[in-house]
């Protein structure tokens, strides 16, 4: 049973920056697409960026595009995301998510998810 745990979260001001780390267990992450979600208080979950099993795809949410950097790394088995220029509007759990077929399974519903960690973005 893969098993996922993200740390890195934290608070942080506007405008600064904060890495995500998603370590896994039980299985090794190069069987899986990986991707990053996120739920505001109130909102519902939302997809913030996925990367495909090689890591040659990756797809981004309109209001992360160009500060947001999803990668991986296969060898440490650990996912990563890179937040820049973050906002109050970026302030959320985020939640780790991997699933065996696709981007578009992933994107559809993950079958494994973290537990989630909390950013919050203010001055």
């Known amino acids: 049973q893969l098993q996922l745990v993200e740390s890195g979260g934290g608070l942080v001001q506007p405008g600064g920056s904060l890495r995500l780390s998603c370590a896994a267990s039980?299985?090794?992450?190069?069987?899986?697409?990986l991707g990053w979600f996120r739920q505001a208080p109130g909102k519902e979950r939302e997809g913030v960026s996925c990367?495909?099993?090689?890591?040659?795809?990756?797809n981004y949410a309109d209001s992360v595009g160009g500060r947001f950097t999803i990668s991986r790394d296969n060898a440490k088995n650990t996912n990563y995301l890179q937040m820049n220029s973050l906002k109050p509007e970026d302030t959320a759990v985020y939640y780790c998510?991997?699933?065996?077929?696709?981007?578009?399974?992933?994107?559809?519903?993950?079958?494994?998810w973290g537990q989630g960690t909390q950013v919050t973005v203010s001055s």
């Open positions: 039980g299985g090794t992450l190069d069987h899986y697409a």
């Open positions: 990367i495909g099993k090689s890591g040659d795809r990756t």
């Open positions: 998510a991997a699933d065996p077929g696709n981007l578009q399974t992933l994107v559809g519903g993950p079958d494994y």
